[in-house]
């Protein structure tokens, strides 16, 4: 090939090169066009994604408002029906308190509420209603407690039996004391006599408040019966001994 | 609410509480001081709190909205703007990338028409309607031939690949389109060299010569020669023996035209292929040339591949740039040429 042949082919190749450059260029236009098309569609859908999430929840936060408002309307007529309440002094349902601050978890939902964070946590309408009808509750239906449980019904006749046993003691040694030449000494012994009678079932009030108090439960009617069942047991054997040593 | 009511003996402990915190600091007057009183009055509290609250939550909620729709607003906006003023910046980068690129391509395309003119001058060139042989230069060299045209923006720019002295060809593509191009390219060197400077060899065993029937006047002159089927090797064998032979020729160039199909091409035995390999290397130095369809030569830097699809096609001296073939030369036309050019020379053989 010779060499203005060889420029032909070169010549040809420039051509080639300057249509390829125009060719990339033009692609790189029209991408440049897209990209910037799509991010700022991105923008708009994102937009309209956050208005239509702000409707939402100001939909949500208005039918909150009624919500709150028939379970306060609720709670107060259950509360003018509770034992001991004055219809006339409770009055009407009461108004919406004045709230500066808005509890954060009722806006967790709301747009900027990532950004801020300034609000000071407060409870939201609903903890403050359930703590209401709590207390309500707690009112006009008190608790009911469960029975007690099985491990403890053995040692109601063993409480029965010490608490008896210790009144029985009580009982002796009042009875003893007035025996003696103390002034008001009749009066003494018929308090030791008294004690003598109520000493079987002196462990039932104990144990009542023990089961009460520490676990929780009621004592039923059994638990009643196997607490005087030890209680009686021990008064017996105390009378016996008593018998015995003053006969 | 329900995880509200959780333990009752601690909500109990808890009111009374409140009932001592509230009672002590505003809610419980002197008067009513009961228990039950003060329990209203937490109560009382709490609910007024708790319909307060949410009214707040519904304000927050409504600012919150009024935000966003006007957020929405002023992104609808200048989204609108910015869409335009994107087709206005795609525009005008279009316009500047087209401004640069025609003013390159009039200056390149001009040049490269007059390197064509000078690289191809007469037979070589010339569309078929004008087209009659030249007589090659005064230094006798061969050009380039014409094989179509490079429409470039308004500039039709020749466009031309080696053969004599240069390289082999091997086209690929579609038959009768391919054809053409060979029947063009041998017309084109035939009308551009003396009578005689050029021999025919054309191997057809398929149409066992039909393909360029109209070259073939020149066989009364022996300017041409037919190769049948199976001969193939011996055929071969004397194009090596041709190009590595020292000795005088009758002949400046011999282009021989292999037309085989791919089931022919799967033929070639492992020493037909290594002859043909061969002539590859170093047939051009020589004068011999292939000019091959449906035959894969080895790679080689004086082989032109020229790719047909569909009228265009792409090759190597022309780059990424697509030919429009020219169609193949007049049949009437090939034979009166084949047929004034072996009287020729045979008049010139008799002086």
């Known amino acids: ?247 | 609410m329900a995880d509200a009511r959780g333990g009752r003996e601690a909500g109990s402990d808890d009111t009374n509480r409140l009932i001592d915190h509230w009672g002590g600091n505003r809610l419980i007057s002197p008067v009513v001081g009961s228990h039950r009183n003060a329990l209203v009055a937490v109560v009382r509290q709490e609910l007024a709190e708790a319909r307060g609250t949410a009214r707040a939550v519904l304000a927050a909620a409504e600012s919150a909205r009024g935000r966003a729709q006007q957020r929405r607003r002023l992104v609808r906006d200048a989204y609108a703007v910015c869409l335009n003023q994107l087709i206005g910046a795609r525009d005008a980068a279009r316009t500047e990338v087209l401004r640069r690129f025609r003013a390159e391509a009039a200056q390149l395309a001009g040049t490269a028409v007059a390197l064509a003119d000078r690289s191809a001058t007469g037979a070589a060139s010339a569309p078929w309607r004008m087209w009659a042989p030249t007589e090659p230069d005064a230094g006798g060299h061969a050009g380039l031939l014409r094989v179509g045209t490079i429409a470039f923006e308004s500039v039709t720019v020749p466009a031309l690949v080696p053969l004599l002295d240069a390289a082999h060809v091997q086209l690929d593509g579609e038959r009768t389109a391919v054809d053409g191009v060979i029947a063009g390219l041998l017309l084109r060197a035939l009308g551009s060299t003396r009578p005689g400077d050029l021999r025919l060899t054309v191997y057809d065993p398929e149409a066992f010569g039909g393909t360029l029937a109209a070259f073939a006047p020149l066989e009364n002159a022996g300017l041409l020669s037919f190769v049948g089927p199976g001969g193939m090797g011996p055929m071969l064998d004397e194009l090596v023996e041709t190009a590595t032979s020292t000795g005088p020729r009758p002949e400046r160039w011999r282009v021989v035209v292999l037309l085989a199909d791919p089931a022919g091409a799967a033929e070639l035995t492992s020493a037909q292929r290594t002859q043909l390999d061969r002539i590859v290397r170093t047939g051009v130095a020589c004068g011999v040339h292939l000019v091959v369809r449906g035959l894969d030569l080895a790679p080689h830097p004086t082989v032109e591949r020229i790719t047909v699809h569909d009228r265009a096609a792409t090759c190597h001296t022309t780059g990424a740039l697509p030919v429009r073939l020219d169609p193949g030369p007049p049949a009437e036309r090939v034979a009166e040429f084949c047929r004034s050019t072996a009287e020729r020379y045979a008049h010139e053989v008799k002086q």
């Open chain 1, 1 to 247: 090939m010779t060499t203005r042949d060889h420029d032909y082919q070169l010549m040809m190749n420039a051509l080639a090169d300057v249509t390829r450059r125009r060719d990339a260029g033009l692609d790189s236009a029209e991408q440049d066009y897209r990209d910037n098309a799509a991010r700022a569609a991105g923008e708009l859908v994102r937009a309209e994604g956050e208005a239509a999430e702000a409707d939402r929840w100001a939909a949500a936060a208005a039918a909150q408002v009624l919500d709150v408002d028939r379970e306060a309307a609720r709670l107060w007529d259950q509360l003018r029906r509770a034992r001991g309440v004055r219809i006339r002094a409770l009055g009407e349902l009461p108004e919406p308190a004045p709230v500066e601050a808005v509890p954060r978890v009722a806006l967790q939902r709301r747009p900027s509420a990532a950004e801020g964070g300034t609000t000071p946590v407060r409870e939201s309408a609903r903890t403050l209603l359930a703590r209401a009808a709590e207390r309500i509750d707690d009112t006009v239906r008190p608790a009911v407690r469960r029975p007690l449980p099985r491990w403890a019904l053995p040692l109601l006749p063993v409480l029965g039996a010490l608490v008896a046993g210790a009144t029985g003691l009580l009982a002796v040694g009042l009875v003893t004391f007035g025996d003696g030449d103390v002034p008001g000494g009749a009066l003494i012994r018929g308090l030791g006599w008294i004690a003598f009678v109520v000493a079987p079932s002196a462990g039932v009030p104990v144990v009542a408040v023990l089961a009460h108090r520490r676990l929780q439960a009621r004592l039923d009617i059994g638990g009643i019966g196997l607490t005087l069942l030890g209680g009686m047991i021990a008064a017996t054997i105390l009378s016996l001994t008593f018998t015995i040593i003053h006969p």
